[in-house]
């Protein structure tokens, strides 16, 4: 096996690179209880990968590729998602809690967010076509000229979407939060 490659490795509470793991290429992979704060991952590849209870502060993901990827229970701050190469790009996140990142002109059709904290973030001009945000929590989390067709907000909340410049047939939604629809609109209901 090359050095630079890993194969259903299991990464528990140590991770063997300080700071960096430029380029590595990790599939079926498992990391459990890491922290990546400041961590660069430039140009890195993650096919099938799992992770669990791992922290993302402030880390660089620019070109890094990210196919069938579950994240549980982790943490993300300061994220610029839209570094990351798009090609084949699927991720999910369940009960992780998502703050201050950017998901700019980036095609995340299909992508999970469930049961999520996601919190003063910006999607904006992105495909999340078919994407599942069920039971998540989106405060202070805005969607601008984002492509929202036949996705799930059931039983997600605090959500700010501009539906002026969004697309959302058959999109689904639930009661009371479908209201807050109309707050792009200035339009108050008692």
Wanted: net charge negative; with cysteine; glycine share 2%.
């Amino acid at each position: 096996m090359n050095k630079d490659s890993f194969i259903s490795e299991v990464f528990k509470e140590d991770f063997p690179f300080k700071d960096s793991c430029i380029d590595k290429e990790f599939n079926s992979c498992e990391f459990i209880n890491l922290n990546f704060s400041d961590f660069n991952f430039s140009g890195a590849s993650f096919v099938d990968c799992r992770f669990e209870r791992c922290s993302f502060s402030n880390v660089n993901f620019d070109n890094c590729t990210f196919n069938q990827n579950f994240f549980d229970h982790c943490n993300f701050l300061g994220i610029i998602f839209s570094k990351i190469n798009e090609f084949l790009l699927q991720l999910s996140f369940e009960n992780s809690k998502l703050e201050f990142c950017i998901f700019e002109n980036i095609d995340m059709k299909g992508s999970v967010f469930t049961e999520d904290r996601v919190f003063n973030c910006s999607f904006i001009n992105s495909n999340l076509k078919d994407s599942n945000f069920s039971k998540s929590d989106f405060n202070k989390t805005n969607f601008i000229k984002c492509n929202l067709e036949n996705s799930d907000f059931r039983l997600a909340k605090s959500f700010y979407i501009d539906i002026s410049n969004c697309k959302l047939k058959k999109a689904k939604f639930t009661q009371p939060e479908v209201l807050s629809l109309l707050d792009s609109f200035g339009i108050e209901v008692e």
